[in-house]
Nanobody, 124 residues
Framework: QVQLVESGGGLVQAGGSLRLSCAAS????????LGWFRQAPGKEREFIAT????????YYADSLKGRFTISRDNAKNTVYLQMNSLKPEDTAVYYC?????????????????WGQGTQVTVSS
């Protein structure tokens, strides 16, 4: 079983950038596909991006493609989310998640393991 801890959230002005990190422990990191999701107040948890076990494939929500980039470093047991050109509507709690299911996975129910989340607030 893998444990996930996100970091890197905070307050940023519109147009700025943040890089979120998610450190994993407790299991073989490279055996998990990884994803980033976010949840704004009063809204459902939303898929952002996913990366397969050996970074062979990445996949993004259409609305975020081009601004957000997911990557992973299996040697450091860490997955990243680089977020550029941030907008106030990007304000949310951001979660990383892990799955043992092979392939590109984009739904909340595909992921069995979740971090506690990190708050990102974008001011206008």
């Amino acid at each position: 079983q893998v444990q996930l801890v996100e970091s890197g959230g905070g307050l940023v002005q519109a147009g700025g950038s943040l890089r979120l990190s998610c450190a994993a422990s407790g299991s073989i990191f490279s055996s998990y596909g990884l994803g980033w999701f976010r949840q704004a107040p009063g809204k459902e948890r939303e898929f952002i991006a996913t990366i397969t076990r050996y970074a062979a494939y990445t996949y993004y929500a259409d609305s975020l493609k081009g601004r957000f980039t997911i990557s992973r470093d299996n040697a450091k047991n860490t997955v990243y989310l680089q977020m550029n050109s941030l907008k106030p509507e990007d304000t949310a709690v951001y979660y990383c998640a892990a799955t043992r299911i092979v392939g590109v996975r984009t739904t909340v129910s595909d992921y069995a393991y979740w971090g506690q989340g990190t708050q990102v607030t974008v001011s206008s």
